[in-house]
């Protein structure tokens, strides 16, 4: 049965070896093995996965995996109460234009109200916390500007606030397709200087030594060139940053080979108190954003990577961000952090005939003093030369 899996992880292009396989087939005789899916997963990624950047790759292989096995048995029997969203109201444009947008101060007013009041379940309605409905509190239907609670964004993305905890993917750094440009664009961003110890041919001095020895052979020994440019990379993750994954992991892949110093970190939508390395722990393991400007000094380049795609209260309210309460304002941080690097880029990978139509779009470049580029060939151009005054 795990042949298959097997074959499968190595066809996403995670080296597993024959032992690594035959090693994980011994423990599951063992008493360590596992009693449920998720003991089986962890066990699996421990056994066969050795680099934490292919743990995406591992997750939709071992998703698919369990897909084709529950697909074989039947399917999980899921009850139907558990499937909440029972319909959608579908709405015309002129009803979804009457909609009223409460503001910050009175949308939050309003939910503590409907909290304390609703005693029951409620679908498709226009006031308390439902689904499928027009109110501004719940998810599955539709509402200029409301708090999304307990479920999948209906695709309209108009939500400033989300009440759930959500989980998302690092980048993946190993993506070979598509890199080529972005490396020829990146490579503006390089200044050499000769490190480390002596190992490389001096060529000219080899000629020129042994000349002087008349004959003799005279080897000259040089430290090799490396790029010396220091990157620290910030990335948007996770919800309209979905529809642009392909081409992050193209741009971080690129970076990840062009630049001999580069650190990466992730935020969503604006970065706040807080940011974090790993996706899969951004709930337990976060790192302070005073930590990084001590860390970091101004001579690190610093690329920002977003859609800059969100409700303008997250910019300039506190309290706004979508997932928790930020003391300060996503506009303080972001000014707070370009005062510190002074050599900085926002790269969105929007096209930039839409960013007219985005208040915070508009909002970001003006923070970021028009430093905001698309990510073509032209912009991440402009980008480096930028950077590399």
Known sequence: MLTDFFLQLRAAGIPVSIREYLSLLELLCSPAAPTSTEAFYHLARLALVKDE????????VFAAFIGQLQARAGGPDIPPDWLVQTFRKQLTDEEKAALEKHGWARLM???RERLAEQKERHAGGSKWIGTGGSSPFGHGGYHPEGIRIGGPSAGNRTAIKVWERRDYRDYDDQQVLGTRNFKMALRR???????GA???LDMP???RGTAEQAGMLDLHWMPERHNTVKVLMLLDVGGSMDDHIARIESLFSAARSEF???EVYYFHNCPYESVWRHNSRRHGERIETWDLLRTYGEDWRLILVGDASMSPYELLYPGGSIEHHNEETGAAWLQRILGHWPHAVWLNPEPSGSWQYRQSIALVK???????FGMTMDGLEQAMRLLSK
């Open 109 to 111: 007013e309003m939910f």
């Open 260 to 262: 001999r110093h580069l």
């Open 205 to 207: 001095g080899t000629i």
């Open 366 to 372: 003006e923070l970021m003093h028009d430093r905001m």
């Open 53 to 60: 950047t292919r743990y995406d790759r591992y997750d939709r």
């Open 189 to 195: 961003l390089r200044r050499f200087a000769r490190q």
């Open 198 to 200: 002596a190992l490389e």
